[in-house]
């Protein structure tokens, strides 16, 4: 790989974790506040994790600038990355085990969500933007040799597995009534989370090798 190609993944890699990063900051934003409105716990968890995902984004970037930079070596770069892949295991992991005992909780008491017509459009919109990311960061990531950018576009493919979930949580509430299917849907984004957590503080055995 030449120097001149590698300058362009990485480039190419700070644009889609830009992207990341702005687009998740929208849609938490969007998705909490329609949460609360409604009193949807799957949509919520679905905020809080994009903010997640924006975290995993700046410590992504962070990571290509410094490299971009010449500012790491390899040894560097590989204590940069182990630190951002358990960083972002550990806050999925608070976040999994916050929206499981929610949901549970919502179940148990019978909370009903009303409608909420901003998550069903953000959710939908979700899964076309979540998509393309993650296949465009498994591409660049595979090129540079990057375990972290790998695990991250794992942890988009997960962010669309939610929007996913979150949408028939939000569609079957809307157009059947049935309000249970919003805490449902809650617990299968926390066992998903829960799951991308444990993948993630694992993902340094897991992955595939760096490049040179």
Not at 5 to 21: F, I, K, P, Q
Not at 129 to 138: D, Q
Not at 167 to 177: H, P, T
């Amino acid at each position: 790989m030449t120097t001149l190609t590698r300058d362009r993944l990485l480039a190419r890699g700070l644009r889609l974790e830009y992207l990341t990063v702005g687009w998740n900051v929208v849609e938490g934003l969007l998705s909490i506040g329609a949460a609360l409105a409604a009193g949807s716990v799957a949509l919520l968890g679905f905020g809080v994790d994009s903010f997640v995902e924006s975290v995993s984004g700046l410590v992504l970037i962070r990571r290509l600038r410094a490299e971009q930079r010449g500012e790491l070596d390899q040894e560097a770069v590989e204590r940069v990355e182990h630190r951002a892949e358990r960083l972002v295991a550990i806050s999925l992991l608070l976040l999994g085990a916050y929206i499981l005992v929610d949901a549970v909780w919502a179940l148990a008491i019978g909370d009903r969500p009303s409608v909420s017509p901003v998550g069903i459009v953000v959710t939908t919109l979700s899964l076309g933007v979540m998509g393309f990311l993650a296949r465009a960061k498994r591409t660049t990531g595979e090129a540079l040799g990057s375990r972290a950018l790998i695990i991250d576009a794992f942890q988009t493919t997960t962010c669309l597995w939610l929007s996913a979930t979150t949408l028939l949580g939000l569609a079957a509430n809307a157009m059947l009534g049935w309000w249970w299917a919003d805490p449902v849907a809650a617990v299968a984004i926390a066992l998903l989370v829960l799951r991308e957590a444990i993948e993630g503080w694992r993902g340094e055995d897991d992955a595939p090798a760096a490049a040179g």
